[in-house]
């Protein structure tokens, strides 16, 4: 039996118009305020209860780093996310547990649906990813057999193995698929997609995958060997498989948090609307730039932390305040990176000195 | 407001410059060129000569009038680096105003004196004196070339007034947080005393021009350098005489039992040692040892140090911060705050809506480098004899301690200090104001620039 608050998140993911982001965040924040004991000690300590706030805005966003420290959650979960390895070890990593994956499956789904098959195609799902039965914890690769179970064309599969990415594999399908004109749909790590890029480049392979085919990379390049523009992987997309950049969708997704963010190109290209590249926020989510010296919102186009407010985190906390740097733009945000560490100004070691040292 | 941040010997006129925005201010430099450069230097080794044959009382007396004219608040060089450095540097003008006071008052007479008879060149340099059984000879170098870094006025000082008395010429290569108070302090020598003035050039140009620094490097008897670890290997890499590098150091304050009786006194002084010069100073404290069983305890110590803190922010304005420390500090506070959640023993006590400053108070011993800018950790200990453990692995680092103990424990504590690598203890409260004669980074710098020759008879 579910709680009314969480049927009514549901109702508001499904699209139901007697339920608003609005209505529901301040509920949303009380029951997570009574359920999930560490969150009552972390709005506790700010002074903050369900009873002294009026805006959604004023509900007290967790630090990411909390979750690896404390589990959140409002209830025992079904499933629990743990984000991928950093170098700080196995104990640092963050956990998010989903007392209700409905929620979350929802949120995907029509999130998904709309920004990546806006058109309505089924195509054949091309994975650069772990499966969950290689990677059961990752929230990654849950989502990428979802969406391939839900929406994937016959063929469907996955490219990655215990060797890491199936190179040969994937060269192979793209042939075929090139062959039969069968649109695809290509998912993975921007990581992966620049392997693909570069071995592509280096054995001067070239793919023209036929019109309709499309590609979502999720994450950056931070600690890799190689680092390059967005503008420059979309150009690269163009030249090794032949999409063009309006079928190029990049997805910002987090562990924590239930809810994922898609460019809106492909979304306004079927509609006939002219791209502006952004990423959208969905109706049950709403972003926050905010000045880090004020924590007050910033104007468009100024670089400030993002934090979100994300009703399919009713399961354990709706607002997380993250360590990536945005500007908003229209209806929705882009993404520019991690917060920088702070440059030595006087003489005094600095934290990003020392963990920099050889 | 246009000035010029750089000097030149006078007969150098012809140059081109180039114009560097600071908020109000732009400061004018020479586009430096390789063939400048080397003029510059040819013409400071010769100008080196008559700076030797002066006496060293001469040298003390010019040097003192010098910082007392700076000392004065309506002298017109004192009054440009008022009106100049918030923007350049940007600390607070009332931080530039205490922070100018604070350094030139250990600048006196008696200091200078000092200096000289702790280098052993009491005496001129100009002959060999008796040291036991033989003959010796001080030599300084005849050139000094000194490259500077961040923000905060004086930090090269030291090193000036050091070869100065010795008898160097100088050249400074001013760092890009501060290209302008050498320039202030060369002119206020040259005003004093022309002929030693032009001993002395100062010159800014961008980081990393190889050609630049092979001329400033190959041509200097000396090198005095400060900046990061990896600019100090790299420096010293391709120096081929005697080089002088001081790193990036972090200093910390530990607190006895017996002086919480009077913890809020104690309070206050700690709050000023890390809001001066918005706590970027190697001799800025990074967090506090505490020890238990005092009138407070330590986590009671550190909501008071927080009542301090925001005392000191509104005497000592904090200065401006870019978004990229801000967001540094927000991040060191959630780390902290999502301990708390998770119910460990975390306390944290700050400013009540911005990030002026940020005490938290954490039980675990480990030394934590702090994100800077007036944030402070405050660690209990159960006895202070424990405190060199959690310093041991941050030997090369270490800088100062400011202590706060009964003068019976002292000896004790400074003994444990000393041997986990700090090179100063000192008060609470007199952290940032270390004498002349101090040894920093545990070295004697104007003894290590000399070089001495001894004559047997």
Known sequence: ?358 | MRIAAYHLPSHISQFETELLPFGDVTLEVPRVTPTLLADVMQHLETAGERLRKRKRREIVEILSAVFARLRDRTDPLRQTAEEALPAITGFSPAMVVHGLDLLCKGYVTDSFYELLQDAGVEEDLNGFVPRRSHLSRAYAPALTTHVLAGNIPGVGLPGLVAATLAGSASLVKTASGDPLSPALWAASLSRQDPEIGECVAVLWWRGGQADLEAVALEGADAVIAYGSEKTMRDLQGRVRSRFLGHGHRVSLGVIGREVLVGADEVAEQSAYDVSLFDQQGCLSPHCFYVEEGGAVSPKEFAELLGSAMAKWAERLPPGSLTRGEAAAIRKFRAAYEAQRIAQKDIALFLHPRGLDWTVIFDPDPTFTLSCLHRTVVVKPVPDLSEVGGPLRSWRPYLQAAGVAVAPERTRMLANALGQAGVNRICPIGKMQAPPLTWYQDGRFLLRDLLRWTDLEV
């Open chain 1, 1 to 358: 039996m579910r709680e009314p608050v969480v049927e009514r998140v549901l109702r508001l993911i499904r699209g139901m118009t007697e339920e608003t982001f609005e209505g529901l965040a301040l509920e949303v924040f009380a029951f997570q305020y009574q359920r999930s004991p560490p969150y009552r000690r972390f709005c506790d300590g700010r002074g903050i209860t369900p009873d002294t706030i009026t805006a959604w805005e004023q509900i007290p966003a967790v630090p990411t780093a909390a979750f690896k420290l404390v589990d959140l959650s409002c209830a025992s979960p079904e499933q629990v996310f743990v984000t991928s390895g950093t170098s700080q070890g196995p104990e640092q990593r963050g956990k998010h547990g989903f007392p209700w994956l409905e929620v979350y499956h929802r949120s995907l789904l029509a999130n998904f649906a709309a920004y990546i098959l806006p058109d309505g195609a089924r195509p054949r799902m091309l994975i650069l990813a772990p499966c969950p039965d290689m990677l059961p914890t990752s929230s990654l690769s849950h989502m990428l057999e979802v969406v391939r179970q839900t929406y994937g064309g016959d063929g469907s599969a996955y490219y990655f193995g215990d060797a890491g990415l199936d190179l040969t594999g994937l060269i192979q399908s793209l042939r075929e698929v090139e062959a039969h004109r069968l649109p695809v749909c290509l998912l993975g790590t921007s990581f992966a997609f620049m392997h693909v890029v570069d071995v592509c480049l280096e054995e001067d392979q070239r793919f023209t995958l036929p019109e309709g085919s499309r590609l979502m990379d999720t994450g950056g390049f931070k600690g890799r060997s190689r680092e390059i523009s967005r503008d420059e992987l979309l150009r690269l997309y163009g030249e090794v498989l032949r999409i063009p950049e309006s079928f190029c969708i990049n997805e910002y997704g987090m562990t924590e948090m239930g809810s994922q963010f898609y460019d809106n190109v492909l979304r306004d290209t079927v509609l006939g609307c002219p791209p502006v590249r952004f990423k959208e926020v969905p109706p049950w989510v709403r972003t926050r730039v905010l000045d880090p010296a004020t924590l007050e919102d910033l104007p468009e186009g100024e670089v400030g932390l993002l934090t979100h407010y994300d009703l399919a985190n009713c399961g354990s906390v709706m607002a997380v305040e993250t360590e990536d740097l945005g500007y908003k733009i229209g209806e929705g945000f882009e993404i520019v990176g991690r917060a920088p560490g702070a440059e030595a100004r006087g003489c005094s070691l600095t934290v990003e000195e020392f963990q920099g040292r050889p």
